[in-house]
Structure formats: structure tokens, C-alpha cells
């Protein structure tokens, strides 16, 4: 399918940003449905295709384990150079000593998984991009945690939450924001309601 008008824009920014001899520090802000992952994914496809490693930290182990099997089945299909892997807290020991060792030697060129990425175990071998989703839910200094993890890491944030412009300055100062403002037309409407 074809990137939205405002896809295309964000992704023409994040790569500028890739791209640039300074550490990217961006926030993608758009709704539900919007297509913020597609530019997640061509974000640590780019970074892969350069011999490096990306990860992407989801806020549950439902959300990150949806976005493995979805970068897997990409990777397949396409004939993509990803070599994805999942680590999560509720992964059995023998499961993540296997994840850790793909990590650690380069093998694995995308992480995906949950808080359990910056865990002190977890060591990376070119770590290049981190990428948060739903941002909101982690702390500044998750975030610090896990950029030190790798040298001049590029950092890309995700949020579905509207954020008004005066708080945009306060919370996300230190951060290019860009807005994906367009849904792709095969989209059904968001429904939103509130439960008492």
C-alpha cells in the first residue's frame, strides 16, 4: 500500500534525522490508526540495512509480542535483512540466555520487547536506534537507561495522546515533535467512549 501524504512527510523527516551526524531525539505523535508503526519499522529497517542494531520497547508484552510476529512476517514475505527477536519478562531462562546471546553477538539486527530491554543482562553490539512505543508509559530515566546502552543512540518516541501545544514545551522540550496528521483511507473511524 501506499504512505499517506503525512506518512511520507514524518518518514522524510525521521530519515533526514538518520541521516544526520547528531543523535535524532523525535516524538511521532498521531492517533490510533494513524500508521505511526509502518514509520517505526522502515526506522529500523533503515538502521539494519546499515549494520546496525534497533530496538523497539513496547509499554505491554501483548503490544511487543503483536509487533514481532508483524516485523517476522514482514521480514519473510519481503525478503527484508531483519533478523528480529522478542525479549520479554515472562520469556523462560533458556529462552532468554538464547535472546541475550542473539543480541549481544550482532545476530539479531532488531529487539523487540518490553522493559525487559534494558535490563543490566542485556547487552547490545551496535545498538543505533531505540524506538518507545506509547512513550507515556515510561520513565525519562528508562529512556536514559537504555540509550546509554549504546553510543550516540538515535531515539524515536511514539504517543497516541493528543498533547497540547503549552505542554508539548514543558514535557517534550527536548524533542522534534512531528505530527501524523492524515489517516490512511482504509481505516474504519476510531471509536472512543467512556465507561463509567
Known sequence: YQLTAAQKR???????????P????????????????ILA????????AN?????????????????????TEM???????????????????????IAYEKIETGYANV????????QKRVNYHSLALLITDEQHRFSVRQREVFADKGDNVHVLVMSAT????TLEIILYGDLHISVVDELPAYRLPIKNCVVG
Not at 505491554?60 to 508483524?70: D, I, P
Not at 529487539?111 to 534494558?118: F, K, M, R, W
Open 10 to 20: 514524518v518518514w522524510d523527516e525521521i530519515r533526514t534525522d538518520l541521516k544526520s
Open 22 to 37: 547528531y543523535a535524532m531525539n523525535r516524538l511521532i505523535q498521531g492517533d490510533v490508526g494513524s500508521g505511526k508503526t
Open 41 to 48: 519499522f522502515l526506522a529500523l529497517l533503515m538502521c539494519a
Open 51 to 71: 549494520g546496525c542494531q534497533g530496538a523497539l520497547m513496547a509499554p505491554t508484552e501483548v503490544l511487543a509480542r503483536q509487533h514481532y510476529e508483524s516485523m
Open 75 to 97: 521480514a519473510e514475505t519481503y525478503n527484508l535483512p531483519l533478523r528480529p527477536v522478542l525479549l520479554t519478562g515472562s520469556m523462560k531462562a533458556k529462552e532468554k540466555r
Open 111 to 118: 529487539i523487540i520487547g518490553t522493559h525487559a530491554l534494558i
Open 162 to 165: 493528543p498533547i497540547p501545544r
